[in-house]
Antibody
Framework: QVQLEESGPGLVKPSETLSLTCTVS????????WSWIRQSPRKGLEWIAY???????KYNPSLKSRVTISVDTSKNHFSLKLSSVTAADTAVYYC?????????????WGQGTMVTVSS | SYVLTQPPSVSVAPGETAIITCGGN??????VHWYQQKPGQAPMLVIY???DRPSGIPERFSASNFGNTATLTISRVEAGDEADYYC???????????FGGGTELTVL
């Protein structure tokens, strides 16, 4: 079955760039939309961005200036970069698949990775 | 952006029916999706496009969406249904998905 797995540093210093990768197994990344979503006690679930296999992207307007999402079809993974992080970016970060080739609902999620922003 | 309002908590006895609401301005005009999240786990889709269930989700889970309120109904509640439940829509004005604040379901 399809599985998603997030990877990346669990600790990032303030003002630096958070970088995460989501590896997709059991399916090709060459279909569907792929999203990053984060969850914190302060803001709950917050969608960050999506990308599809052709490189089409969309970003949360409140984060757009700091976020880059990209896809690497050769490695069957997609990535997130969030720059100039602060403590407010501390959260569990999930990657997720858009259901039925649509970006608006998420049917498969990774297990999540906790990222703490602290010096 | 579009705001989805959920009650923080709902409690129900085993075997009874749990009703979880999600309020939003004319939410009936949008497609609503529902997720279940158990402690330490990722959210799991339980209802999509207002009323549809993904494969493997019991028929005890049903939903509706009309006017300013979407509703998730869990019939014959079991201890294993204890979780946080989130509603979600696509907000066309800000062109992004939006989640409700979540409802903690407690099975007494």
């Amino acid at each position: 079955q399809v599985q998603l797995e997030e990877s990346g540093p669990g600790l990032v210093k303030p003002s630096e760039t958070l970088s995460l990768t989501c590896t997709v197994s059991g399916d090709s990344i060459n279909t569907y939309y792929w999203s990053w979503i984060r969850q914190s006690p302060r803001k709950g679930l917050e969608w960050i961005a999506y990308v599809n296999n052709s490189g089409t992207t969309k970003y949360n307007p409140s984060l757009k200036s700091r976020v880059t999402i990209s896809v690497d079809t050769s490695k069957n993974h997609f990535s997130l970069k969030l720059s100039s992080v602060t403590a407010a970016d501390t959260a569990v970060y999930y990657c997720a698949r858009g259901f039925n080739w649509n970006p608006d609902v998420f049917d498969i999620w990774g297990q999540g990775t906790m990222v703490t922003v602290s010096s | 952006s579009y705001v989805l309002t959920q009650p923080p908590s709902v409690s129900v006895a085993p075997g009874e029916t749990a009703i979880i609401t999600c309020g939003g301005n004319n939410i009936g005009a949008k497609s609503v999706h529902w997720y279940q999240q158990k402690p330490g786990q990722a959210p799991m889709l339980v209802i999509y496009y207002d009323t549809d269930r993904p494969s493997g989700i019991p028929e005890r889970f049903s939903a509706s969406n009309f006017g300013n309120t979407a509703t998730l109904t869990i019939s014959r509640v079991e201890a294993g249904d204890e979780a946080d439940y989130y509603c979600q829509v696509w907000d066309s004005s800000s062109d992004q998905p939006v989640f409700g604040g979540g409802t903690e379901l407690t099975v007494l």
